[in-house]
């Protein structure tokens, strides 16, 4: 079953623009993280924020997490139409499965030149 | 660094028939998991390897198995394939409850 959900499902944006995409997810964590996959090829890992952690940076990506709120928004700056992509949340968590991720059912991102 | 190596990278086999997947980690990673993405279901964690054993399964028929090799690389076994089966399999490795990194993945295709 799929723990995290994106929103939104779709995004459409021009090149240069910031693109905001965000992640629920519905129990207890030990980190999250943020992949892209182009045009179903594999997972490229961008970034792991810690339930512990509440702001990341890399590059121009920025992640935050609320854990009170079971969130995490995925922001990309300047995007790029290389940025085109899907991007995926996934969650790990609980002392059984803690090394298993589920993962939400993706944003598609679309930069326009 | 070398990434994730899958292989082969497409497959495709009849209803019935037994397919394997091949995976070779991260060097340096003792972990290497397999997921499902199918169409229409997201990606579905499948199976957990670390150190040679089976520490994790998800939510698959017992047709679904695999071994991890004394080197950490890893193999997938679908028997009896169904159509349902086809999907894109991808492999990830990690060190310890770190950062799990992917391969390109196996189209599997069941016909």
């Known amino acids: 079953s799929q723990q995290g959900e994106e929103d939104p499902q779709a995004l459409s944006i021009q090149e240069g623009e910031n693109a905001t995409m965000n992640c629920s997810y519905k129990t207890s964590i030990n980190n999250l993280q943020w992949y892209r996959q182009n045009s179903g090829r594999g997972l490229v890992h961008l970034i792991l924020i810690r339930s512990n952690e509440r702001e990341k940076h890399s590059g121009r990506l920025r992640v935050t997490l609320d854990t009170s709120k079971k969130s995490s928004s995925l922001l990309i700056t300047a995007s790029r139409a290389a940025d085109t992509a899907s991007y995926f949340c996934a969650t790990d968590g609980g002392s059984g499965s803690a090394r298993q991720l589920t993962f939400g059912s993706g944003t598609q991102l679309t930069v326009l030149p | 660094e070398a990434g994730v190596t899958q292989s082969p990278t497409h497959l495709i086999k009849t209803r019935g028939q037994q397919a394997t997947l091949r995976c070779s980690p991260i060097s340096g990673h003792t972990s290497v998991y397999w997921y499902q993405q199918a169409l229409g279901l997201g990606l579905q964690f499948l199976l957990w390897?670390?150190?040679?054993?089976?520490?994790n399964r998800g939510n698959f028929p017992p047709r679904f198995s695999g071994r991890q090799f004394p080197n950490y690389s890893s193999e997938l076994n679908v028997n009896a394939l169904e159509l349902e089966d086809s999907a894109l399999y991808l492999c990830?490795?990690?060190?310890?409850?770190?950062?799990?990194?992917f391969g390109p993945g196996t189209r599997l295709t069941v016909t």
């Open positions: 390897y670390d150190e040679g054993e089976e520490r």
């Open positions: 990830a490795s990690s060190l310890f409850e770190y950062e799990q990194y």
